[in-house]
C-alpha cells in the first residue's frame, strides 16, 4: 500500500451527517436588534473577558449570513447547527432573521440544526428560578410553529453542565455568580427546561430531537483511592448528572436529594426530563485528569478553580496542547463513546457528536488538521466497536466570540479578520470540505 492509502479515511456509513456548529451570540452581533441577554450584562462589568471586547457586533453574521451559507455550501455539509437567540425572538421581527436564514440554507441544501438555548439567556431571567424553564417551554413553541415546516432535528440546550458550572458555580461565565454547590438548583431547572422543551417541539409536530451535553472522560491521576474517588465525583458532577436523568430518569446517587423538586416530588420533574429522545448530541474537546483536593487554588483550562472543591484537575501530560492549553486526546472520544454505550445500553439513542475542535492561530492551521483527522478516525473506531453514531460535527465554521476569552481563541475553519470582518477559509477548511466531499453528501431529509 501507498503512504496515502496508508492514510486513507476509512469509510463512513451511508447517510452519516457531516456538519459544523456555532451560536447566537459568538457569532450573531447586530445587538441593536435585539434585547439585552445575561452575557450582555456580564461583558459590561470589568476584567470578565479577557481583552475587554464584547459580542456586539462578533462576526455581523447577522448582516452576512447569506456570505456564511455560501461558505457553508461550498464547504459541502449536510447540517448546519446554529443556536437561536432568546432576547432576539423576544423583541420585535426577531423571527424574522431566522425565518431567512432556515430559507437561505434550505435553499443550499443544508439541513438546518437549531439549538435553542446557547447561554444567551434574556436579561432578567435567572435559571434559579424555576418558571425559567416554562418560560423557556413557551419560547420553544413560538419557535417551532414558525421554523417546523423547514426545520427537522433540534436541540433543546448546549452543555447545561457548563453553564451551570462557569456561569453560577465559579462565576467566569455570565451571570458570573459563584454558588460553588448552590448551583445545583440551575442545573436541575435547565434539565426541566429540556424535558419541557422536548414535549413543547413534539406538540408542534417536531421528529427529531436531542440535546447536546458536554462530555469527556475522567482519568483519575492515580490508581490510590482518594485519587479515585475524587475522579469519581468529577465524572458524576460533570458527566452523569447531565446524562442519567436525560437517559435514564434518575440522578446518580446522592444528587437527587441535592436538587429542589416539585409540588409533585422530583419523580415528577425527572419523568419530564426523561422524556424519550430521537438521538443524543455529545461535544467533546478533552478528557481531565481529576486527584484528591490539594487545597490550593487550580487551573483548569484557563479558569482558576476554588480551593475548597472535593477534587483537583492535574494536567494530562505527554500530549500536545492546543493553543487553549487543552491536551489533544483523540482516542478520549472512542472511550467516552464505548463507556457511554456500557454505561447506558439500550436507553442510548443514537449518537451525534455535536461539537469537535481546537483553538489555534494561524491560516495554514495544520495542528487543526491533526486534531480534527484524529478525532475523525477515533470516532470511526467507535462506529468499529458497534457504538451507534450517525453524525459529527466541527466547533466552529468561524473564529468568534469564545467568551470570557474574547476574540484570542480561534476555533474556526475560517478565518475572521475581526477589524474588517473579512472572511478566509484556513487550510483546515480545504480538509474537511475534501473529507465531507469524499464521504458523500447527506441528502436533506
Ligand atoms: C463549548 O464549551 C461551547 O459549547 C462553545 O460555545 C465554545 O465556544 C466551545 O466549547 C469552545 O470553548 O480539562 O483543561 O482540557 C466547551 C467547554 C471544553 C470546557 C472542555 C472545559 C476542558 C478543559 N469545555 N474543557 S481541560
Not at 238 to 250: K, Q, Y
Request: aromatic share 10%; charged share 25%; proline share 7%.
Amino acid at each position: 500500500a501507498t503512504e496515502s492509502d496508508a492514510h486513507a479515511m476509512p469509510r463512513f456509513p451511508e447517510g452519516f451527517l457531516w456538519g459544523v456548529s456555532t451560536s447566537a451570540h459568538q457569532i450573531e452581533g447586530a445587538a441593536d436588534l435585539r434585547g439585552p441577554s445575561v452575557w450582555d450584562e456580564f461583558t459590561a462589568g470589568p476584567g470578565r473577558v479577557k481583552d475587554g471586547s464584547t459580542a456586539a457586533v462578533a462576526c455581523d453574521h447577522y448582516h452576512r449570513y447569506r456570505e456564511d451559507v455560501a461558505l457553508l455550501a461550498d464547504l459541502g455539509v449536510g447540517g448546519y447547527r446554529f443556536s437561536v437567540s432568546w432576547p432576539r425572538v423576544d423583541s420585535p421581527g426577531g423571527l424574522g432573521f431566522y425565518d431567512r436564514l432556515v430559507d437561505e440554507l434550505c435553499a443550499a441544501g443544508v439541513r438546518p440544526v437549531p439549538t435553542l438555548f446557547h447561554w444567551d439567556l434574556p436579561a432578567g431571567l435567572d435559571w434559579r428560578q424555576r418558571d425559567t424553564a416554562s418560560r423557556f417551554a413557551e419560547y420553544v413553541s413560538r419557535v417551532a410553529d414558525r421554523l417546523g415546516d423547514r426545520v427537522g432535528k433540534w436541540i433543546t440546550l448546549n452543555e447545561p453542565a457548563e453553564h451551570t458550572l462557569l456561569g453560577h458555580a465559579l462565576g467566569v461565565h455570565a451571570p458570573g455568580e459563584r454558588l460553588l454547590f448552590d448551583a445545583l438548583p440551575v442545573a436541575h431547572h435547565q434539565l426541566l427546561a429540556h424535558g419541557l422543551a422536548v414535549r413543547a417541539l413534539r406538540a408542534s409536530g417536531a421528529a427529531d430531537v436531542g440535546i447536546a451535553n458536554s462530555h469527556g472522560p475522567t482519568w483519575p491521576a492515580s490508581e490510590g483511592a482518594a485519587d479515585r474517588e475524587a475522579a469519581e465525583f468529577y465524572d458524576v458532577l460533570l458527566n452523569r448528572m447531565f446524562a442519567d436523568p436525560v437517559l435514564t430518569g434518575r440522578y446518580p446517587e446522592g444528587v437527587g436529594e441535592l436538587m429542589p423538586g416539585s409540588a409533585g416530588g422530583i419523580d415528577a420533574d425527572l419523568e419530564v426530563i426523561a422524556e424519550p429522545l430521537d438521538w443524543y448530541g455529545v461535544n467533546y474537546y478533552a478528557p481531565t485528569r481529576v486527584g484528591a483536593p490539594q487545597g490550593a487554588r487550580i487551573d483548569f483550562g484557563g479558569v482558576t478553580l476554588p480551593a475548597e472543591l472535593p477534587f483537583s484537575v492535574v494536567p494530562v501530560e505527554g500530549r500536545p496542547l492546543t493553543d487553549f492549553g487543552w491536551p489533544v486526546v483523540p482516542e478520549g472520544l472512542t472511550e467516552l463513546l464505548t463507556g457511554f454505550r456500557d454505561r447506558y445500553g439500550d436507553r442510548l439513542p443514537p449518537i451525534v457528536i455535536t461539537e469537535n475542535g481546537c483553538s489555534y492561530d494561524g491560516l495554514d492551521d495544520r495542528d487543526r488538521i491533526a486534531y480534527l483527522d484524529g478525532h475523525v478516525r477515533a470516532l470511526h473506531r467507535a462506529l468499529e466497536a458497534g457504538v451507534d453514531v450517525r453524525g459529527y460535527f466541527v466547533w466552529s465554521l468561524l473564529d468568534n466570540f469564545e467568551w470570557a476569552e474574547g476574540y484570542a481563541r480561534r476555533f474556526g475553519l475560517v478565518h475572521v479578520d475581526f477589524t474588517t470582518l473579512e472572511r478566509t477559509p484556513k487550510a483546515s477548511y480545504g480538509w474537511y470540505r475534501d473529507l465531507v466531499r469524499g464521504a458523500g453528501r447527506t441528502p436533506v431529509r
